[in-house]
């Protein structure tokens, strides 16, 4: 059994994965497993197990999504903790020393996070400010968006007997989903470094392949609405972001005179906003 296991998903990156494998295997914590699911890759992405060898531990299945992917990775691991790395982002070189540290004196902690450091197309840009990081019982602050990316994260591999797994019905903002969930219950520590390298701009981002994405996002907050396991006050947030999504999407709706998705969503709208 391995302290930590690092599961990276993937879809036809190799040129990114290789990086992000790099970062992985030089990290100054050394007692992980690397479980690399290759989510359907028709590109080079198989050679990972020629270059790598006995040092990764590769998987490959037919294209399912990466919730798919990421749950296989978890379902195949062994690791005390658990750590998820985005083909496309890279760690330093001490990230999850830090963690580890972090979580062996944390002993009734479930997960923590770190800072990140965001790339565009090869440049540093500074996160806006609704991208603050917050710590402790965040539920309100991780209604308006996901401000936890997924590389980030480290987590005892019980919370997912306690909330569950990625949510595979959900293409896009499946992280979004897991920390409601999470963080509905828990506390999620912040740790103020920068120990991930967040790279973005490229065109088969998931949030690039997906309009609307606010729409998956009223999918997870109906989903915790009719969980009915929110406190009141819980509750009276997530109807309050839901609604403010909805107004979001219905004013695009009908500036693009798309009128069945207008009702749809209205419809919708006003079945939550008495509950």
Same mark, same amino acid.
């Given at each position: ?77 062994? /690791? ?20 580890? *540290? ?23 840009? *500074? ?28 987590m005892k ?10 949510? #595979?019905?959900?293409?896009?903002? #499946? ?81 693009? /005179?798309?009128l069945k ?15």
């Amino acid at each position: 059994m391995h302290k930590v296991s690092v599961i990276i998903s993937t879809y036809n990156r190799f040129s990114f994965l290789v990086e992000a494998v790099e970062s992985v295997l030089s990290q100054t914590f050394t007692d992980f497993e690397l479980i690399i699911v290759d989510d359907g890759s028709v590109d080079e992405t198989r050679k990972i197990q020629e270059i790598y060898q006995h040092r990764v531990k590769y998987i490959f299945q037919e294209n399912r999504g990466v919730s798919s992917a990421r749950n296989k990775g978890i379902r195949l691991s062994n /690791g005390e903790y658990i750590c998820f790395l985005d083909s496309d982002d890279m760690w330093e070189k001490d990230k999850l020393e830090t963690q580890v *540290n972090f979580m062996d004196k944390n002993k009734d902690l479930l997960i923590c996070y770190t800072d990140e450091i965001w790339m565009r197309n090869g440049v540093k840009v *500074n996160p806006m400010k609704r991208h603050k990081k917050y710590s402790g019982m965040i539920y309100d602050k991780c209604l308006p968006l996901c401000i936890i990316s997924p590389s980030s994260v480290m987590m005892k591999r019980e919370i997912f007997d306690k909330v569950g797994y990625f949510d #595979e019905n959900l293409p896009v903002c #499946e992280d979004y989903d897991l920390w409601l969930r999470i963080s509905k219950d828990y506390p999620i520590f912040f740790i103020n470094k920068k120990l991930i390298i967040k790279r973005g701009g490229h065109p088969d981002q998931l949030s690039h392949l997906y309009w609307g994405i606010d729409r998956f996002r009223i999918r997870a907050l109906t989903k915790m609405l009719d969980n009915r396991s929110l406190n009141p006050e819980q509750r009276r947030l997530t109807i309050m972001e839901l609604q403010k999504k909805c107004d979001i999407l219905l004013s695009g709706f009908w500036k693009r /005179g798309k009128l069945k998705e207008f009702n749809q969503y209205k419809q919708l709208q006003i079945s939550y906003s008495s509950l």
